[in-house]
């Protein structure tokens, strides 16, 4: 089993800039896809970022290119979401993910709202 906890949400107005964390906890030893998802009042949940194990390759979703970067350090089983030039359709629960051994586990998410 692996734990998730994440942390770093709050208020901003637009074009403010805000980081996520999420430290994982339990078998968190060997190779583990993490990420991050998020989802709105209303719409499905969707996907945000993701980084491999070693921290090399990185995808994001075309909606955050350019402003959100993902990033992981792995001695401190934490991965980052760092997020720049929010928008208001920004707003939603943030999910923090990983990916093991073909089993998925989730954060309980933690709230990002935008104000225009």
């Known amino acids: 089993q692996v734990q998730l906890v994440e942390s770093g949400g709050g208020l901003v107005q637009a074009g403010g800039s805000l980081r996520l964390s999420c430290t994982a906890s339990?078998?968190?030893?060997?190779?583990?896809?993490m990420g991050w998802f998020r989802q709105a009042p209303g719409k499905l949940r969707e996907f945000v970022a993701e980084?491999?194990?070693?921290?090399?390759?990185?995808y994001s979703t075309e909606l955050v290119k350019g402003r959100f970067t993902i990033s992981r350090d792995n001695a401190k089983n934490t991965v980052y979401l760092q997020m720049n030039s929010l928008k208001p359709e920004d707003t939603a629960v943030y999910y923090c993910?990983?990916?093991?051994?073909?089993?998925?586990?989730w954060g309980q998410g933690t709230q990002v709202t935008v104000s225009s």
């Open positions: 993910s990983a990916e093991k051994e073909g089993n998925y586990y």
């Open positions: 980084v491999d194990w070693i921290g090399a390759k990185t």
């Open positions: 339990g078998r968190t030893f060997g190779p583990m896809i």
